[in-house]
Structures are given as C-alpha cells and as structure tokens.
C-alpha cells in the first residue's frame, strides 16, 4: 500500500487515447449507484446496491465501511456488466461522490475500528452545547473556522464524542476518513480527498482550504490521522490492478476527486451559474448557491464550492418530505390520495398553518429543542387541509431561508432548480413557486449527484484533450455538451396565490419566536 494522502503516478497523467466515457458512483445513505456516461452525457449503464444503517441505540446510526467499498465494486460491475467489451475499453476515468459528514476511523492497515458514523446520528448533544459554543485555542469559534453552525450533522462533534467515550479506539487510530478517502484507499491505495469532502467533517479551515490545527486539536486528534487533500476534479490515483479488474473496466483507470453529493448535485444543476440556487425537496430540504468568497452566517452553512476557491452556501431544514409522509400516515392516508384532495383546497389552507419542525430546526435558528406546530385550527378544518398546509409549511420556511441567505449575501436568488421526490409533486412545486414567488425549474430527477460527479470525471477527460471541449475551457465544454443537466420543466408562480401567500408569510415569520420559550419547556418537560 501507497503511503496514505499520496497521489499516485497517475496524478495528471493522460487518459489513454479514445477513452471518453467515464462511471460515476454516488456513495450514499441508502445505496451506492454507479452510472456509466457518455461523451454526450446519455446514461448508458446503471446499476446499485442497497446499503444498511444500524441504529444501536436511539439516536445512533451507523454503517459498516466495508459495505461501502462492496456496494461501489457490485455497484459498478453490474453497470459495467451491462456493456459491451469494446464499451468497456471506452470507460477513461471513475469519480466518486457520497453521503456527507460520514466518517471512519482506521488502523494502519485500513481497517475500520468500529462501525463509521452518519451524518444523521444524533449522539453528541453535549459537544455541540460545550464545543460549539466555545472559542478554539486561535480565538475563532467551530464556526468561524468550519462554516457550519453548530448542529448535529458535522463530524466535528461526534468525534469529539467518541474521544470522550471511547477514548482507546481514537487514540489508536491511524486514520480518520470521510467516504471518499477510505473509498480512495481501497480503489488505489492512497488516503485522500477533495476539499469539498473533507471539509463536511467540521475539522477543515474553509478560508485556508486546509485541515484546521486548531479543529484537531479541539477534538483530540493528531494531523498525521486526516486524509490527504485534493482539489476536486484532480486525479487520486489510479485504480490497483485487481479492483480495476473486480470492477470490470481495463487499467489503467484514473480515480478523479469527486466532491460531497449536495454540491455535486449543485454542479449538475448549474448552481455556479448567478442567481441559480439549487433545492433538492426529499426527506429533508436542502438549498445552496455559488459564492466566489468566504462568509459565514446563521442563515446558512457554508461548504467547499466545485471549483477550489469557490463555496456553496447551503439551507437545510431535516423535515420536508418526511413530514408530508407522515402526515399522510397520520391520516390514514397516503400521499397520492392526500395530495389529490389537498389541490381543491385554496392556498393558505383556509388559515391553517404549519411550522415543518418535525426534527428541530436548522437553517436559521437551529435549534435543537424546536419542534413541529399546527396553529389556526376550526372546525371546517380536514387532513386535506393539514396535508396541504404541510406543504406550504416547508415552502413558507423555504422562503425564510432565502430572505436570510439574500439578506446575507446580497446576491438574490432569480430562479429554483429542483430535484428530489417533493419536487416531483405538481402541486408543491407549484406551491414552492407561488410561496417564494420565484420561477422553479423541476429537473431531471435521475441520479442527479452522480451526475455532477460524472462531469468532473468528463472535465478531466476534457482537460486532457481526450474529451470534446477545448483545455482550459473544460467546465463550460462538458456542461454544453451534456443537455441532460438542469433540463426539465419550469413552474411559474401565480400573482394571485403569490399575494395571498405574502400575507400567510407574515404570519409564519412570527411563529417560530413566538413558540421558541415554550419548545424549550416542553423539552424540559419531557
């Protein structure tokens, strides 16, 4: 094995000649999906294999990190399976893009310790309260440094739990890594990462794109444990011999530096472009735009961009879609009959309203003890009308996000280009249109991470001259040449709904500092 951070002989190396299709893996949550591309970004292949969370106890939730590397190799085999041999040969580079703030702790060797710990668990409430409020040994707090708010999905603070609890088992590790690193290990032998991966785990100095000493110090790590960086969209290294062959694809491979699935789906759906700002609608909502300079604010958190000395500015609230299911399921529903009955009720929900809290509240109070609320009910009231309230809830909190972000930034946000399975409901698209009052373009669903991931590969292949588009001008090359990006319909919003909803706005706007002190007694309560 290559000493670990090391790029291999491939670093910059050419991809052989006429090798310009390129597998893209989104190692996720769920699942790992490999998608092959070709050179005018059409799907040719795909395939994945699901993956499994643990949950040891409550608020815990990890993974074993073997899967991943054994769901990526299945994964990518079953799609390369699906082509044929002189295709195959065709295949020029593979990049990654995953779950973000997942983590692993090794041992010199490469093995896992224990089991890798998600971004959704939720075990380190005391670091966050201690940590998070506390100066760092430089004076500037975690989220000066990080540009993430203290909350419960940057690794920062679990592996400061871990220190505190299972002190021997940080102590011997000899390496900490996020999904892509410990992936990049086991495809080449090399320890490293993009900047926009690592930075996800809380311990990166965003301003200086660089592990923070004084991060690492906080959380009782050593440098020598963190992966080696890596502009996204640089070459790791090549694949090892035997994986390439595991894979199905003729060596020598080059593993090109994806970047987290939130911004490589950012990158797919043109969020360097001004004014675009990208909404994956799912289980949670998730909304970023480009900014060309380091800031920080509560009205976001901030993260490593797609090119390196760019950043992404990301809302988030953990609740979107998982509320509109859970509603459905309180009503002994589901969502295809609720959301039938909720279009013949009139926007605003006949003076219902929701506050989308079901897992606190992110972006831009975070606050932990937050929860959900219903307020307005009466007597003509039906779980129509609370289904659809539901809905306009989490547009109402969308639109506070984006008045903050603005607020914040300057910049406004002329149009949304949304993914996700909430985008894919004509009524709340079309309500997230009518309630921010702003043009939302719903996307080609697809694997739209994956798809980022795909482009950096391209672009690499492009800066080469192995692809089509001029070196030096490879970004605006492959996004061109790939039409499938950003392509959907759009959704205009109504004047009529958009000024009745200015008025449920202000309503909402107050909701949540009105029920902040009674959250906190109910917690306590509780």
């Not at 789906?265 to 004014?275: R, Y």
């Not at 606190?360 to 003890?369: K, M, N, V």
Request: negative net charge.
């Amino acid at each position: 094995m290559t000493a670990p951070g090391v790029p291999g002989p491939a670093h910059g190396a050419r991809a052989g000649s006429g090798t310009s299709w390129v597998v893209a893996v989104d190692c996720s949550t769920t699942a790992a999906k490999a998608v092959v591309v070709d050179t005018a970004g059409q799907v040719v292949a795909a395939a994945s294999q699901p993956l499994t969370t643990q949950n040891p106890q409550p608020g815990f939730h990890e993974q074993d990190a073997d899967a991943w590397f054994e769901a990526t190799v299945a994964a990518v085999h079953a799609a390369v399976e699906d082509l044929a041999p002189a295709e195959r040969s065709r295949v020029g580079a593979l990049a990654i893009t995953h779950q973000r703030e997942s983590f692993v702790l090794l041992d010199g060797e490469g093995k896992p310790l224990r089991p890798a710990v998600l971004w959704v668990d939720s075990r380190a409430h005391e670091q966050i309260a201690t940590l998070g409020a506390r100066p760092l040994s430089g004076g500037r707090s975690v989220h000066d440094v990080s540009g993430k708010p203290p909350d419960t999905t940057p690794a920062v603070y679990k592996i400061a739990w871990l220190a505190e609890h299972e002190p021997q088992v940080v102590h011997a590790a000899a390496h900490v890594a996020d999904v892509q690193a410990y992936l990049a290990l086991r495809l080449t032998g090399h320890l490293a990462t993009s900047h926009a991966s690592a930075d996800t785990l809380g311990l990166f100095d965003l301003a200086r794109l660089d592990w923070s000493p004084e991060l690492v110090e906080a959380v009782g790590l050593r440098p020598e444990q963190l992966p080696g960086l890596v502009a996204g969209g640089e070459v790791i290294g090549e694949l090892l011999p035997d994986v390439a062959s595991d894979l199905g694809l003729p060596g020598p491979v080059p593993l090109v530096a994806g970047i987290g699935d939130g911004q490589s789906a950012g990158l797919a759906l043109g969020v360097e472009e001004p004014g675009v700002a990208y909404l994956n609608l799912g289980t949670s909502m998730v909304c970023g735009v480009s900014s060309d300079v380091y800031i920080t604010s509560p009205a976001f958190r901030t993260l490593a961009g797609v090119r390196p000395g760019t950043y992404v500015l990301e809302t988030v609230l953990n609740a979107a879609a998982y509320v509109a299911s859970w509603t459905a399921r309180f009503a002994g529903s589901d969502v295809t009959t609720m959301e039938a009955e909720a279009a013949q009720v009139p926007p605003g929900a006949e003076g219902l309203l929701a506050l989308p809290y079901w897992n606190a509240a992110q972006t831009p109070h975070w606050d932990a003890l937050a929860r959900g609320a219903v307020v307005g009910w009466h007597g003509r009231h039906t779980p129509a009308h609370l289904y659809r309230a539901v809905l306009e809830g989490v547009a109402l909190e969308l639109r506070l996000q984006l008045e903050a972000l603005e607020k914040a930034t300057g910049s406004p946000v002329r149009e949304i280009r949304a993914v996700g399975g909430g985008a894919r409901s004509a009524l709340w698209a079309q309500i997230v249109a009518d309630v921010t009052g702003r043009t939302v373009r719903v996307c080609s669903d697809g694997e739209v991470s994956a798809a980022g991931a795909a482009i950096q590969a391209h672009e690499h292949l492009a800066g080469s001259g192995d692809a089509p588009g001029r070196p030096g001008d490879a970004p605006a090359g492959a996004r061109d040449a790939w039409p499938f990006v950003a392509t959907g319909h759009d959704v205009v919003p109504e004047p009529a709904a958009t000024a009745r909803y200015g008025a449920v706005f202000e309503a909402y706007r107050g909701l949540y500092p009105a029920l902040k002190e009674t959250f906190a007694r109910l917690a306590t309560a509780g």
